[in-house]
Each structure stands twice: as structure tokens, then as C-alpha cells.
């Protein structure tokens, strides 16, 4: 069968089994499955399975259950609470600093865990009320929390990252490296947004009227101490070459379930809770992992991967028009599906591309993380969106949070483009660390 023909058969089909609610794990897989039996036969089936588990096997991605673990562990333990108070007590009186403060908590959380959801949730339940209870705008609650939780991608750990690593063979720890001036600048940006929009518009987010002394201030640092040692630790011997990120991840478990016990925070229910929550993500993720090496295994020996690689790089344009495009489909392909889908999805096709193009693989992987963050934020089918609708309050409707998020995804396109255009953000400090 013509290559072109059989492109067209296998995309086709795979969009109709996602239009149709298969998950994209299993429509992966059943397309990779099916593809290589009338292709090669029983033979080839077998060879494909094996080929799928082994990489779905890969010691790196042990560092996937740990890192979810960690997560987990801090989400349920309720540490957001005393972080919330610190910034309750130190910025309320602000004008929007209730907004500004959560985007603070979503970046220290997105450094203590490595998905988005921990933060949306935690923030869902204690931020936004309190924010609605106070007059602040509907908008800029519901946006700061979403955009918030997005940061958990791109500052490290990050799974998506780790991902990126086991399809790419590129440093996970230079890829943690390479995320955190991104993810700082994208936090001060969402911060900077808020604090103008509420400067000029006071409706937005009033001003608290409770005063604390600085006594009372000062009281509650004492409950990020831990929070920030611990991220401190994880991604300290990570970056000075002590561990590997799989032996930090398991470093940072630990951790997390110490911390909960120095906060007396820690019982038998959330340990049950972490844990179940942390199989359940880590179950759905190897699916996806396990279902996309199958399908894009098929893709490569049927010889798809390989002609839709040479029609892209046979084009007569400029590299930077072709990295432009790859943006913008990874950009509408987020607003549908899941960005650990994306990924295993079209890495292998793509990241070939741009290493022949002359772009570094490592600073790729730090733009792709960048563009996921608005996969899961932009409508219709944004993760952190329905997070967000599960928590709040039963007269917020998705119109209201499809609503809110628009200026905080203008705010993530706006640092993917100087990402873009300035690369040494994201490979400096990969450039200083050791690599082990």
C-alpha cells in the first residue's frame, strides 16, 4: 500500500477513535496492534509488544511513580493550608495579592510535586472561596488558579520532562536545569499581569481590610521551611551530579512523607489517599506510554515516521518557519488532547526534525513543556479546567472558567516566544550543572 494512502487511513481512524471517546492509550494501541498484524503478522505483533514494554520498562521512568508519590503525599497532607496563610497574612492587603500570592503557591508546589493537578486542586478548595468571599473578579480567581496549576509542568521535577527524556535520550536533569528560569519568568509574568490589572481596575481584586502585626507575620514562615528544604534537597543533588533523577525522585518521596509527619499531618487516611491516587495517575500514564512506543512504532517500520520527516525537511522555507509551525500544531493539538498523549505521540516524529535543522533537542524539549502548559488550560478540553470545575463552588460554570483563562494563555504564548527567541533562558544553566 502507498505510504501516503496508509498515512491518511491511520490518522483518519485515529481521530475517529478519539472523536468517539476511546482514550488515547488504547486508540494508540489498538491502531499500533492492529497496523502491524495485517502488516507483518502474528511475528510482527509479538516484536511490537516487546518493543512497547521494554521502553515502557525503562529505569528512568521509575522516577514517574515517585515524583506522582511526592505529589500526592503533599496534596493530601494539606501543607497548601499554611501556605495560603502566609500569604493571607503577608500580601491580603495588597490589591490582587491574594491572586498574586497563588500564583506563589502554585510555583513552590509545581517544585515540590511535577503535575499540574496537585496545585489546582489544593488551590480550588482553599484560594479560590477565599478569593470570591473577599470581591475578587471571577476571571482573575479562576485564571490565576489555572494558570497556576500549569506551572507544575515546567518548573522541576516534572513528569512531562522525564518523559521527554526516556523518548529523547537527552539529560532529565538538564532538562529540569533548563526549566526553572522559564518557569520563574512565566510566574513573574502571570504575577506582573495580575498586579497591573488589579492596579488599574480595583474591583478586580480589593485590597483585605485584617491587619496582622509582623510578629504575626513572621510566625507563619515557619511552615515553608520544610516545603522548600525539600525541594532544595531533591533538586540539589540532582543538579550537582550527587544522584540521578530516578534516586532524587525516590529522595523526594521519602521526603514528602517526612515532612507531613514534622507537621503532624500525616495519617494512615492521606498515606491510603496518596497512595491510591499516585496508582491510579501512574497506571494511566504507562498505558499512554505503553500505547503511543506501539503506535509510533508501527509508524516507523511501515515507513510513515520517515516520509512525513522527509516532506517536512524537503520544504523550501526558513528552520525558524518550520519551528513556528511545530509550535502551532502542538498548540492545537493541546486544545484536545492530553500533553503525555502529544508527547509520546509526536516526539519521535518531530525531535528528529529539529536536531537535522540544527536545534537543540534539550532546548525543544523545554518549548514543548512551555506549549503543553497551555494544552492544559485551553478550552475545549484543558486537564486543569475540569480540576478546577470539580472543586469550586456550585455556581461557577465552565463558561466562567473557559472564560478566565485567555489573558494567562496570551501570558504563556508570550514566554514561549522568548524562550524562543532567547535559548541561552533555557540552556544556561543546563550548561552549569554535572550530568550523571
Known sequence: MDTWLLSLIVFSVLTALLLSGVPIAFALLAIGAVGTLFTWGPKGLLMLFNTAYGEGTSYILLAVPLFVLMANVLKFS?????LYEI???WMGRLRGGLAMGTVAICAVFAAMAGISSAATISMGLIALPSMLSRGYDKGIALGCINAGGALGILIPPSIIMVLYSNMTDVSVGQLFAGGVLPGILLSLVFILYIGIRCYFQKDLGPAG???????????TLKGVISPLLLVALVLGVMYAGICTPTEAA??????????????????????????????????MIFWIIIG?????HFLAYA??????QKAI??????????MG?????YFVLGCFLDPAGILLLTTPIFVPIITQLGFDPMWFGILFTVNMEMAYITPPFGFNLFILKGVAPPDITMTDIYNSVWPFVACQALVLVICMLWPELSTWLPSLMVVK
Open 209 to 219: 481590610e485584617e491587619r496582622f502585626t509582623l510578629a504575626q507575620k513572621v510566625a
Open 292 to 296: 503511543a512506543n506501539a503506535f509510533t
Open 87 to 89: 500569604v493571607y497574612r
Open 250 to 283: 525516590g529522595i523526594g518521596a521519602g521526603g514528602a512523607f517526612l515532612a507531613a509527619a514534622i507537621h503532624r499531618r500525616l495519617t494512615w487516611q492521606r498515606t491510603k489517599q496518596s497512595l491510591m491516587e499516585t496508582m491510579h495517575l501512574t497506571v
Open 303 to 308: 515507513g510513515i515516521q520517515d516520509m512525513l
Open 325 to 329: 509551525v511545530i509550535q502551532f500544531i
Open 313 to 322: 525537511l524537503s520544504l523550501d522555507v526558513n528552520r525558524w518557519v518550520i
Open 78 to 82: 494539606g501543607m497548601a493550608d499554611e
